[in-house]
T-cell receptor, first 115, second 120 residues
Framework: AQSVTQLDSQVPVFEEAPVELRCNYS??????LFWYVQYPNQGLQLLLK??????LVKGINGFEAEFNKSQTSFHLRKPSVHISDTAEYFC?????????????FGTGTLLAVQP | EAGVTQFPSHSVIEKGQTVTLRCDPI?????LYWYRRVMGKEIKFLLH????????ESGMPNNRFLAERTGGTYSTLKVQPAELEDSGVYFC??????????????????FGPGTRLTVL
């Protein structure tokens, strides 16, 4: 079975500061990795994904994440955040080539950007 | 192109009542998923339709939950009778049919805004 851990439930940060949201996963098989973002009153939106290839993946809105297989991590980073980045961020995995590519999510991290 | 829509956006019911949630996927998407987030916890998979067939319903909590997708278009999720622990946000997602090709076997899931269910 797979599981995803997001240890930080809330991350406060000042505008223009860098941020890292942590994600660790557990799986006995290879997985795909994702970060989703949920802005207030909206659905989840895919921020970025790792399927294969380069371990550094870039997503929308200046976010990037690095897949580290030895540490089973997929931390999300942004060098300079904006007020508009305030949202809840979810890390997720899925198992490739399964009949259903259901997503297994972490508990989410609320990013609160302060002026 | 319209995204995934869900109705209602909010529902407040009393314990023992019945509630039906509706999801309209993106047109042409054969795959439809239901997920649920109980407050403060992770978003959990409930079930997966491929067209009108249930591909995986391993996440359904119990037999008080009934999901249907007649005709392979929109889907409904009925909770009968509702219990306090059913409160949460119910998300629907849809994706295109999976295509094999190379080593990548992936189609992005597009999510709706969710239905917030409160059982009193």
């Amino acid at each position: 079975a797979q599981s995803v851990t997001q240890l930080d439930s809330q991350v406060p940060v000042f505008e223009e500061a860098p941020v890292e949201l942590r994600c660790n996963y557990s799986s006995s098989v290879s997985v795909y990795l994702f970060w989703y973002v949920q802005y207030p009153n909206q659905g989840l939106q895919l921020l970025l994904k790792y399927l294969s290839g380069s371990t550094l993946v870039k997503g929308i809105n200046g976010f990037e994440a690095e897949f580290n297989k030895s540490q089973t991590s997929f931390h999300l980073r942004k060098p300079s955040v904006h007020i508009s980045d305030t949202a809840e961020y979810f890390c997720a995995v899925s198992v490739p080539r399964r009949a259903t590519n259901k997503l297994i999510f972490g508990t989410g991290t609320l990013l609160a950007v302060q002026p | 192109e319209a995204g995934v829509t869900q109705f209602p956006s909010h529902s407040v019911i009393e314990k023992g009542q019945t509630v039906t949630l509706r999801c309209d996927p993106i047109s042409g998407h054969d795959n439809l998923y239901w997920y649920r987030r109980v407050m403060g916890k992770e978003i959990k998979f409930l079930l997966h339709f491929v067209k009108e067939s249930k591909q995986d319903e391993s996440g359904m909590p119990n037999n008080r939950f009934l999901a249907e997708r007649t005709g392979g278009t929109y889907s409904t999720l009925k909770v009968q009778p509702a219990e306090l622990e059913d409160s949460g946000v119910y998300f629907c997602a849809s994706s295109q049919d999976r295509k094999s090709g190379g080593a990548v076997f992936y189609n992005e899931q597009f999510f709706g805004p969710g239905t917030r269910l409160t059982v009193l």
